[in-house]
């Protein structure tokens, strides 16, 4: 699969899979907001009772994923701690994306 194309669907993954798990939720308490959404990037923030969660797909010039970012931190304390965090690597397939992309929005709404 070319690159180009992997990463296009990785976009489009993270899309459905976030719009799809959070309707999943209807009645918990929750706030989203899409800060870029185009053919380079996908940056979307989810806010929850106690913590908040960012996910980020782009191509990073010098980061420690290969093209997905995404972490869930604790907002009801004074310390940072995360409550989730996961980046993709070299040979994740588009399952395990999903899956990585499940759990970290499963953890903001059970956190």
């Excluded at 969660?53 to 995360?82: H, I, K, N, W």
């Amino acid at each position: 699969m070319a690159a180009n194309t992997f990463f296009t669907d990785i976009i489009l993954l993270a899309k459905n899979t976030v719009n799809k798990e959070l309707k999943l939720y209807p009645d918990k308490c929750y706030k989203v907001e899409v800060i870029v959404d185009n053919e380079s990037c996908y940056r979307t923030i989810i806010e929850w009772e106690r913590c908040m969660g960012e996910l980020l797909v782009e191509r990073p010039d010098f980061a420690p994923y290969r093209y997905l970012s995404l972490q869930v931190v604790a907002t009801d304390t004074a310390d940072f701690s995360f409550v989730y965090c996961w980046y993709d690597s070299e040979g994740d397939s588009l399952e395990v994306i999903e899956e990585k992309i499940i759990e970290g929005i499963e953890a903001g709404f059970n956190y």
